[in-house]
């Protein structure tokens, strides 16, 4: 259903009796008329899942592609890489035809001999969309409990392909991801990836209505609507409008899991992203030990990837190397306290 408004989806949803989500998205055979879902279906819906697949359709970013190429980065370069590494991995991993929008255009012009930043300015509409903070990741993961240096090397990533708040979203959400690994505080997730980016932002002024109309809301659709009604006007992939989405999604889920995600979804815009980091910001929050079975058990560990050496992996391998990674980063690796060391791996 990604790209579908709230309405669609809270529609189809009623149809199927599944309102509000609780699990993976049910199927509903026949489809009503205008509610039909993707043809990826067949492989992400309830019952049908075996492994995380590499893409979530044919026209959109492979965002689990981006995840492995962070870890692939870091193992090649350290965590010393600047923009030009992120240029190279890309251009040797990433089919062209496999990459869309912000990054579709950054390859482009990489292509015909621009260079970073300027593959990210020429000629890209897409460069405050929200490529870049789905792949902000790694550059959490890699550095829990610093969140200034996860926003860091977000920057360096998201310099590759977007400017302004398509860079500052990057960077709020690694911050996020890093921060979660030190508290189960929603807010103070949120609020600790808004100090690093600029006050003055658009980004940022769209995180703070949305935290301050959360709190005078008791449901989280009286919170959507308001938000909506001020920030509702961005294309469906922007990164403003999917940002407030995760927050409300932070908020409303109070830490846990499946309600978090089950809310992203809900949200509408790029429901896939949105619960994407979510789940990356709540996962690092419970550890793997806490993760509930009825989400990963259909995983069976294993994700697909088109990058080389990465096309079917364990879930739980790439994890095993992500903590290496973290571990070997220097700040927060070995002298940081016990409760930001990674709980990725139980």
Known sequence: ???????????????????PLSSYFPVLDPFPEGLALRDNYERTALGNVRCMTRDDDADQ??????????LHILETYGCDFNTRDVAMVWMGNLPFHKVYTAEAVAYRNLVNGLEPPHTARYR?????????????????????G????????????ASLSHTGNGIYGAMWASACIATAFATDDPR???????AEIPADCRLAGAVRDTIAWAGECPAWEDAWERVCARYGGYHPVHVINNTYVIVLSLLYGGGD????????VMGGWDTDCTGATVCSIVGAMCGADALPEKW???????????????????????????????????????????????????
């Not at 890209?124 to 829990?144: K, T």
């Not at 103070?188 to 808004?194: D, E, F, H, S, Y």
């Not at 058990?297 to 391998?317: A, K, M, T, Y």
Request: some cysteine; overall charge negative.
């Open 124 to 144: 890209n509409p897409y460069r405050e969309w929200i490529g870049a903070q789905i792949r902000a990741d790694m550059w959490g993961y890699v550095n829990p």
């Open 296 to 346: 990963v058990g259909p995983l069976n560990d294993r994700l697909e990837s088109i990058v080389h050496g990465f096309q079917d992996s364990r879930i739980s391998n790439l994890a095993r190397r992500t903590v290496v990674l973290a571990n070997a980063s220097g700040e927060g690796a070995d002298d940081a306290p016990s409760e930001w060391r990674h709980p990725c791996v139980g």
């Open 61 to 70: 970013n492979p965002f689990i592609d981006y995840t492995v190429l962070g």
């Open 146 to 157: 610093n969140p200034e240096r996860a926003a860091g090397f977000a920057y360096r990533d």
């Open 1 to 19: 259903m990604e790209g579908w408004p709230r309405a669609k989806i809270t529609a189809y949803l009623r149809a199927v009796d599944a309102y």
């Open 188 to 194: 103070q997730v949120i609020t600790a990836g808004l």
């Open 257 to 264: 899991l499946e309600r978090s995600i089950c809310l992203a």
